[in-house]
């Protein structure tokens, strides 16, 4: 029972297609991340989800759009995949923002390949 | 603009030695200081975190410290095992803006030799 899992695991795709990462949680947090992992181990966050309030890192291009249908789930859709997109992808939530003491916890990872 | 450092960016030790990893943030005003890590493959795992009032954090062979007025933090960890090896990443939190405001580290990629 993974408490933060995402879906693919691996992605190979073809420049300019669509393409969609799921991820869910079942540790009843209430905020929800998407993390890109560059070719440097380089962690940034691209968009944050609390409560209905989705939360956009605004270096994020428009071409990333993320879509949570409830608190457990947040997906990630990307339009026109380009090559520089191809990084890992990783999921995460936590139980509120703030507050002291809650970590986060990361999914393993989804690694998309732009080809 | 936060900026977290982490030097060296590999280290390679024998079992059963001592190391200390680095973490260095440019900006004091943090709220906590985590450490994590990743396994090849995997997402990664919290290991300590430490309250900006707090000095350090102990969790079994781990130890961790925070001096925010040198904006610095270690992570010691005492007779290294070939299952430590994994890539260890800080993050510094600041005061407001949650985990989207986290600042990581490029981390330290760790190979205890057996």
């Known amino acids: 029972d993974t408490a933060v899992s995402q879906t693919p695991k691996y992605l190979v795709t073809q420049m300019g297609n669509d393409k969609s990462i799921k991820c869910e949680q079942n540790l009843g947090h209430d905020t929800m991340y998407w993390y890109k992992q560059d070719s440097k181990k380089f962690l940034k966050i691209m968009f944050s989800?609390?409560?209905?309030?989705?939360?956009i890192n605004e270096t994020v291009p428009n071409r990333f759009s993320p879509k949570s249908p409830d608190k457990a789930h947040l997906n990630l859709h990307i339009n026109s995949l380009e090559l520089g997109d191809s990084a890992v992808y990783f999921c995460a939530s936590s139980q509120g923002q703030s507050t002291s003491g809650n970590t986060i916890y990361f999914g393993e990872g989804s690694w998309l390949t732009v080809v | 603009k936060q900026e977290v450092t982490q030097i060296p960016a590999a280290l390679s030790v024998p079992e059963g030695e001592n190391l200390v990893l680095n973490c260095s943030f440019t900006?004091?005003?943090?709220?906590?200081l985590q450490w994590f890590r990743q396994d090849p493959g995997k997402g990664l795992t919290s290991l300590l975190l430490?309250?900006?009032?707090?000095r350090e954090q102990t969790s079994g062979r781990l130890n961790a410290s925070l001096d925010k007025s040198s904006g610095r933090s270690t992570l010691y960890i005492a007779a290294s095992q070939p299952g430590d090896s994994a890539t260890y990443l800080c993050a510094a939190k600041p005061y407001s803006g949650g985990y989207q405001k986290v600042t990581f580290g490029t981390g330290t990629k760790l190979q205890v030799i057996p």
């Open positions: 430490i309250q900006s009032s707090q």
């Open positions: 989800y609390n409560n209905k309030e989705l939360i």
């Open positions: 900006d004091s005003a943090i709220y906590n």
